[in-house]
């Protein structure tokens, strides 16, 4: 089933149910920035609410006060009627609030019944085969397909998720929120996570979604809250909506188009040659990229590409096999400052790695280059403060000041700002690593825009593990599965997405 298909709906609340959950006139601020104004929210039992909004627009922190990670600067939390007051986590998942987050917590030396079971009261009591019962009888109630006696170190990132589920219907929360659940999912895991939901909801559980994306909200949530400056700025049901460039206009307020035009353009000079490539998590890799075009390498997180992009921007030594980058060999490019510049890269880690939380924008811009605003030992501050201005200005990074420090800015604008400080570097290889991970839809529509107009005059090596992503801006997609490219496929051919889907997961298409 794929992510525009409407699975079916239940009707388990009716218009008098009591919520599962009531957020009641809930504020948070940090320093002077307010994250939440007084927001009122009820999640109501047999329900899947999808929660909507523009990258720093509260729907994370809303979700952490009701998971007991932050506590409320005003208002409160009612749970079944009853008001609570959370100090933990703990706390809230006693109280039946659970959270699925992006980065699992699992043992991965152990398996998938001793990471549900691990921690809970009475389960050393537990013979191995009644661990398993326990697991098995609760994974099939919901849909959520697993070997019980698997490792989970030999899981897909899918199966990940669903024992982080599991551990959560295992402790028997009412209410179950997930943030971005589909980041790390190829489609057919999406396609079954949704349908697991659908159950959950069916069986009277509440159900919190958090996404980006639109195609996904309006198949699977029954109800829609959208988020905009801390505040709620509006709810409705989702047979209200009649198509996602409706939810995308009611997000952000106005018309959003991810449909951009890709003009042809002529291919220039091969700027990227991959042959062979072996090493930790790579298995004879090959692959080449031309300037003006873009290369999407797409895969579940975990399957080489950390590695990939590590040795072709110099991190990592290739152990075997050639790279060569602007027709030079790996060592020839990283031993000659000549070079310098001539690659740019936009690291998935915006936030730990692609910046300094600490530093201005201004600072930001210099750590990856000086070239231009210094002479000698001499550094004018003044044409690299001018810089990023422009940087601000062209791409619009909001709110408009350099003197703001990397983690002032919401995740969207910051992506927006490390991509425009490498394009001021004009490279003839751009690598793109998870570009619009996260970010909400007009950031993804900018950065999208960008990535084609850079084409022009370089290549563009985008890592991605949003295969809409891919084939909405890419020229070719080859697939990375345990390091190996599994097959290369131009872009044009709709009839091979299920394909690609099925490669991502490592299934024979």
């Known amino acids: ?69 932050f506590k409320p600067d005003a208002g409160h939390l009612e749970i079944a009627g009853e008001r609570v007051d959370f100090d933990s986590p703990r706390q809230a998942i006693a109280m039946g609030i659970g959270m699925v987050y992006q980065h699992f917590m699992l043992v991965e030396n152990m398996t998938v019944a001793e990471n549900v079971l691990l921690g809970q009261e009475g389960a050393l009591l537990l013979s191995p085969k009644e661990m398993r019962e326990a697991v098995g009888g609760l994974a099939e109630r919901f849909g959520l397909a697993l070997d019980v006696r698997a490792r989970v170190g030999d899981l897909s990132m899918g199966e990940r998720q669903r024992v982080e589920i599991l551990k959560l219907l295992y402790r028997e929360s009412r209410v179950l929120i997930f943030d971005e659940p589909t980041a790390v999912l190829t489609p057919p895991e999406a396609d079954a996570l949704f349908a697991a939901l659908r159950s959950m909801s069916a069986q009277g559980k509440a159900v919190v979604f958090i996404s980006h994306k639109m195609e996904e909200v309006l198949s699977v949530a029954d109800e829609i809250a959208i988020l905009r400056k801390g505040r709620i700025e509006g709810e409705f049901t989702a047979s209200e909506v009649a198509s996602p460039a409706e939810l995308a206009r009611r997000m952000v307020g106005r018309d959003v188009v991810l ?69 030079h060999g790996w060592d020839e490019f990283y031993k000659h400052y000549d070079w310098d510049g001539a690659l740019a890269w936009v690291p998935e880690d915006r936030a730990g790695l692609a910046t300094c939380r600490s530093f201005d924008l201004t600072d930001n811009l210099l750590l990856t280059t000086r070239a231009g605003f210094s ?40 992506q927006k700002f490390v991509l425009g400080r490498e394009l001021l570097r004009r490279p003839r290889l751009l690598v793109a690593e998870q570009p619009t991970q996260g970010l909400d839809i007009s950031a993804t529509e900018a950065v999208w825009q960008r990535l084609l107009e850079a084409r022009t005059t370089c290549g563009v090596l985008l890592v991605t593990g949003d295969l809409s992503e891919a084939l909405a801006l890419a020229d070719r997609v080859a697939v990375l599965f345990r390091g190996r ?10 009839a091979q997405v299920d394909q690609i889907g099925q490669l991502m997961a490592g299934l024979s298409a």
């Open 1 to 69: 089933m794929s992510a525009n298909a409407t699975l079916p709906r239940t009707d388990i609340a009716a218009a008098d149910t009591l919520p599962l959950a009531r957020l009641c006139g809930l504020t948070k601020r940090y320093g002077r920035v307010l994250a939440n104004d007084s927001i009122t929210l009820s999640i109501m039992p047999g329900r899947i609410k999808a929660l909507l909004g523009e990258n720093g627009a509260g729907k994370s922190t809303l979700m952490a006060m009701l998971a007991g990670r």
């Open 259 to 327: 449909d951009i035009p890709r003009e042809a353009v002529a291919p220039g000079p091969l700027v990227l040659d991959v042959r062979g490539l072996s090493g930790e998590g790579l298995d004879d890799v090959s692959l080449s990229l031309r300037q003006g075009e873009i290369l999407a390498v797409v895969g579940v997180a975990g399957n080489g590409q950390q590695q990939l992009v590590e040795t072709i921007c110099g991190l990592t030594r290739p152990q075997g096999g050639q790279v060569e980058l602007l027709g």
């Open 375 to 414: 002479k000698g030992v001499w550094l004018d501050r003044a044409r690299a403060r001018e810089a990023a201005r422009d940087i601000v200005r062209e791409h619009n990074v909001l709110p408009g000041r350099i003197g703001l420090q990397a983690w002032q800015l919401s995740g969207g604008n910051l």
């Open 485 to 494: 490219v599994m097959g290369l496929f131009p872009t044009g051919d709709a």
